[in-house]
């Protein structure tokens, strides 16, 4: 059964580069048929896709955060990273990893997510 | 503001049947599927509809799901309490090199 688990700081100063990881367990990351994707939830919104990284280790991110955003894998520890840098409190959110089916099909399988706030 | 268009909020009595719109556009639902997730409070989102009508394993056949052109809709029949969540919709959007959207979701409540 496929399953995600992120981690990482809950709390990041303004200015300073968000840190998660996803590990996965259940599937290899380096199979061709997900693609591993970031999405965060501000509070009271919907989501918002940040990113994802494919099989290959090649990496898509958001036309509006791709400029701070940085998609990674190790897939010796079958995990993959998100770094988002230069935050403020707008980046305030819960970040999701998932299991992007097809890379644009579907989310087949969500993380239950990290909350991270942005504040000094 | 999300790129999908979503009532904020529906709502019905034990029994009923709730249907959420979902509203995009030429490069997103009109090119690309639709998929729906249901998110109970305090938990993460899960899969409830996939390529716009297909329910994975485990999904009761109350829900089911459409689309027409650019727009989808999530149909919940037989409302249950347990069904009283947020829904949102995605879809990939082919613009700016390819990108996901989702819509800013909808509020059921079982009155």
């Known amino acids: 059964q496929l399953q995600l688990q992120e981690s990482g700081p809950g709390l990041v100063k303004p200015s300073e580069t968000l840190s998660l990881t996803c590990s996965v367990s259940g599937a290899s990351i380096d199979i061709s048929h997900y693609y591993w994707g970031w999405i965060r939830q501000p509070p009271g919104k919907g989501p918002e896709w940040i990113g994802s990284?494919?099989?290959?280790?090649?990496?898509y991110h958001s036309p509006s955060l791709k400029s701070r955003v940085t998609i990674s894998s190790d897939t010796s520890k079958n995990q993959f990273s998100l770094r988002l840098s230069s935050v403020t409190a707008a980046d305030t959110a819960i970040y999701y990893c998932?299991?992007?089916?097809?890379?644009?099909?579907?989310?087949?399988?969500w993380g239950e997510g990290a909350t991270v706030t942005v504040s000094s | 503001q999300s790129v999908l268009t979503q009532p904020p909020s529906a709502s019905g009595t034990p029994g009923q049947r709730v249907t959420i719109s979902c509203s995009g556009g030429s490069s997103n639902i009109g090119l690309n599927t639709v998929s729906w997730y249901q998110q109970l409070p305090g938990t993460a989102p899960k899969l409830l509809i996939y390529s716009n009508n297909q329910r994975p394993s485990g999904v009761p056949d109350r829900f089911s799901g459409s689309k027409s052109g650019s727009s989808a809709s999530l149909a919940i029949s037989g409302l249950r309490s347990e069904d009283e969540a947020d829904y949102f919709c995605?879809?990939?959007?082919?613009?700016?090199?390819?990108?996901?959207?989702f819509g800013g979701g909808t509020k059921v409540t079982v009155l």
């Open positions: 990284i494919n099989y290959t280790g090649r990496s």
């Open positions: 998932a299991a992007d089916v097809g890379g644009g099909d579907y989310m087949a399988v």
């Open positions: 995605a879809s990939w959007d082919d613009s700016l090199n390819g990108h996901w959207v």
